[in-house]
């Protein structure tokens, strides 16, 4: 994407997150944070050689610039570099965009080749469209929240999935935008809400509740539609195996169980009946992964063709063994961090990956370039 001039009105995690991908990609990312305090991220923890560890993820490449985007200044500022900007994203509250003569249909107008995207929590109309929205209760709110966790109670993710589904649609409508783009010479607009984004993830639970006409269970680490999937105890911890088809039901009764009886047993003669008599089939497969360590366990399902896992905390993915090839160095204005390669591998290319910024450090660089007659 070199070339592509990015001009970013963001904050928290959504759309830094669309726009550090385009900034893997050779975009130029200019991201506008507010005069004095900057992107509120900056301030969520010190736990990354004293700097964040949501910002120094979601903005290495880009270049920062502190604006007051209400003041006159700021104002000019942003239409020099909304004139020669190809996308526009943002973040602000509901609303606040067009107030500030910076709605789609007002800069599409001015400039017709501009790409302009905005992300909110639940959209730009309908009866939620000014309530603020975080992460954790647009996972509420999505249903997420009764299908995660244990029988005994909800839980959300780990991670802030709401923003990070909303972030990608963005990167995708973005892209789409350009592709379109190259194709009709003209720019357009699109909205992305946290709450459609991860609705969409969550349309297989609403088939199987709307249609099947039951809740899924919470099943903590189990799969609620499928068994055996999740963790089992064996000799002295755990292993997570999963299945996917009849097949391989046979091949984990005949090779790893040594229990070939299973595949006829009308208790598990199909997932749904699998599924239904899960606790039974749970103890029969522990008995057995009882007499194994964790390591004999998967060397055996490995053998066999079946998936298997180990649970891993955060600091044991940082070493696994797939992917030492994949860290990189980063720059941050307190010293490089490692930093992992975006999952989208291309041959013969790597990813741009520069720089996670300071606040306002690439301020009067940009100002001079995009306002060369501007006095400070």
């Given at each position: 994407m070199d070339g592509i001039l990015v001009v970013a009105l963001e904050q928290a995690v959504?759309?830094?997150?669309?726009?550090?991908?385009?900034?893997?990609?050779?975009?130029?990312v200019i991201k506008i944070e507010r005069a004095g305090a900057g992107d509120f991220a900056r301030g969520y923890d010190k736990s990354v050689l004293g700097q964040a560890s949501y910002f120094v993820w979601l903005n290495r490449g880009?270049?920062?610039?502190?604006?007051?985007?209400?003041?006159?200044?700021?104002?000019?500022?942003?239409?020099?570099?909304?004139?020669?900007?190809?996308?526009?994203?943002?973040?602000?509250?509901?609303?606040?965009?067009?107030?500030l003569g910076l709605g789609a249909d007002e800069l599409l107008a001015r400039h017709p080749r501009l790409v302009c995207g905005s992300v909110s929590g639940y959209g730009p109309?309908?009866?939620?469209?000014?309530?603020?929205?975080?992460?954790?209760?647009?996972?509420?709110?999505?249903?997420?929240?009764?299908?995660?966790?244990?029988?005994?109670?909800?839980?959300?993710?780990?991670?802030?999935?709401?923003d990070i589904a909303a972030g990608m649609y963005a990167y995708?409508?973005?892209?789409?935008?350009?592709?379109?783009?190259?194709?009709?010479?003209?720019?357009?607009?699109?909205?992305?809400?946290?709450?459609?984004?991860?609705?969409?993830?969550?349309?297989?639970?609403?088939?199987?509740?709307?249609?099947?006409?039951?809740?899924p269970r919470r099943?903590?680490?189990?799969?609620?539609?499928?068994?055996?999937?999740?963790?089992?105890?064996?000799?002295?911890?755990?292993?997570?195996?999963?299945?996917?088809?009849?097949?391989?039901?046979a091949v984990l009764c005949q090779r790893v169980l040594g229990r070939p009886d299973l595949v006829a047993d009308e208790r598990f003669a199909t997932n749904p009946d699998r599924v239904r008599h899960d606790g039974e089939l749970t103890a029969i497969i522990e008995e057995v992964l009882g007499s194994m360590t964790p390591d004999e366990v998967v060397a055996r399902l490995d053998a066999a063709g079946i998936a298997?896992?180990?649970?891993?905390?955060?600091a044991q993915f940082a070493a696994h063994p797939q992917l030492a090839r994949r860290w990189r160095e980063a720059d941050t204005p307190?010293?490089?961090?490692?930093?992992?390669?975006?999952?989208?591998?291309?041959?013969?290319?790597?990813?741009?990956?520069?720089?996670?910024?300071?606040?306002?450090?690439?301020?009067?660089?940009?100002?001079?370039?995009?306002?060369?007659?501007?006095?400070?």
């Open positions: 959504a759309v830094p997150f669309a726009t550090r991908q385009l900034a893997d990609l050779g975009a130029r880009k270049e920062s610039v502190e604006l007051d985007i209400k003041s006159a200044d700021g104002q000019a500022a942003m239409a020099a570099l909304l004139a020669r900007a190809d996308v526009f994203v943002q973040n602000l509250a509901p609303g606040a965009a067009s107030r109309d309908g009866p939620y469209a000014g309530k603020k929205a975080y992460d954790l209760l647009v996972q509420c709110e999505a249903g997420l929240l009764s299908v995660t966790g244990t029988p005994e109670a909800p839980c959300k993710a780990g991670i802030s999935v709401a995708s409508g973005v892209l789409t935008a350009l592709y379109e783009r190259e194709r009709t010479g003209r720019g357009s607009s699109f909205e992305v809400s946290l709450l459609g984004a991860l609705g969409e993830w969550m349309s297989q639970p609403y088939y199987y509740t709307v249609y099947g006409g039951t809740e099943t903590g680490a189990r799969h609620a539609s499928i068994s055996p999937y999740g963790p089992y105890r064996a000799g002295g911890g755990e292993v997570f195996l999963g299945l996917q088809n009849e097949r391989e039901w298997s896992a180990r649970l891993r905390t955060p307190a010293g490089p961090v490692r930093a992992l390669l975006p999952p989208v591998t291309v041959p013969g290319r790597e990813a741009a990956m520069g720089a996670v910024p300071a606040l306002g450090e690439h301020t009067e660089a940009v100002l001079a370039e995009f306002l060369p007659g501007r006095t400070r």
